[in-house]
């Protein structure tokens, strides 16, 4: 693994402090996304109709909606948060642990970030955070 830098290091109570405001951006995603891919269906249509001149009454909504998802996706890296899964509101904030980089991972539905793991591990390599995380 080459070594990333990251813009941001988290402590874990500055973590904690961004979760209302992400929470509220990754309920929006979620909103997007669900659309998006209720959409989907019918501008894969137009796509294959796009020889024969396609077209869908739900481009334009689409197409708005796919920068919508970019805009909020961008607010969320602009925080410091690595997105890791849309659907699950997965993140992941960049913490120094024992002298190396690793992610405290925390996902929608959890109150706190409670877990962390390896840059190379991810969310299947979640452990809980201990007394020296406090």
Not at 51 to 75: K, N
Not at 77 to 106: A, I, N, Q, S, T
Request: charged fraction near 30%.
């Amino acid at each position: 693994m080459s070594e990333e830098t990251y813009e941001k290091l988290f402590t874990l109570a500055e973590a904690n402090t961004l979760l209302p405001r992400l929470r509220s951006v990754l309920e929006d995603v979620a909103e997007v996304w669900s659309r998006l891919r209720a959409l989907h269906p019918e501008i894969q249509k137009a796509r294959d109709a796009a020889p024969f001149d396609g077209y869908s009454p739900y481009g334009v909504e689409y197409v708005e909606r796919v920068a919508h998802l970019m805009f909020l996706i961008h607010q969320i890296k602009e925080m410091g948060v690595v997105l890791k899964d849309v659907d699950k509101g997965l993140c992941d904030f960049p913490y120094m642990r024992d002298g190396r980089v690793v992610y405290l991972c925390w996902h929608l539905g959890e109150d706190k970030i409670q877990y962390w793991h390896d840059i190379d591990s991810g969310f299947g390599g979640r452990e809980p955070l201990d007394s020296r995380d406090k």
